[in-house]
């Protein structure tokens, strides 16, 4: 699939700049917000038209929280970028070193020109 001559190409790995951010947290506030009317108006056509009063309560009930939902939502940042964390992998060994162990029953003394 090729790419328009419009759409360029991300080489960095620099965060969005402020100005978008805020932009995109407006546009996802006023998008929540907008559900909002939409739900009261079909409640009230519910209620007073047809008399169902227990679904226009749900959609209450429902558009109740949203200004707050559309704030938490608006005012969280944007997500952490995923990055790759250097694991240990076995079998992939750097280096290899030749270790020596200790015979059985050797001691190890400490200098006798030391004073304990």
């Not at 005012?75 to 990055?83: F, T």
Request: with cysteine; hydrophobic share 50%; charged share 20%.
């Amino acid at each position: 699939m090729r790419r328009h001559a419009s759409s360029p190409v991300l080489i960095t790995g620099a965060a969005v700049s402020p100005a978008e951010e805020f932009a995109a947290r407006k546009r996802r506030y006023s998008t929540i917000m907008s559900l909002r009317i939409p739900c009261l108006v079909v409640a009230g056509v519910l209620a007073i038209g047809f008399g169902w009063t227990i679904a226009a309560a749900v959609l209450v009930a429902l558009s109740v929280p949203l200004p707050w939902v559309a704030v938490l939502i608006a005012n969280d940042g944007p997500p952490r970028k995923a990055e790759k964390v250097a694991r240990y992998r076995s079998d992939r060994v750097l280096e290899t070193r030749e270790t020596r162990a200790l015979e059985a029953g050797q001691v190890i003394d400490m200098p006798s020109d030391r004073a304990a």
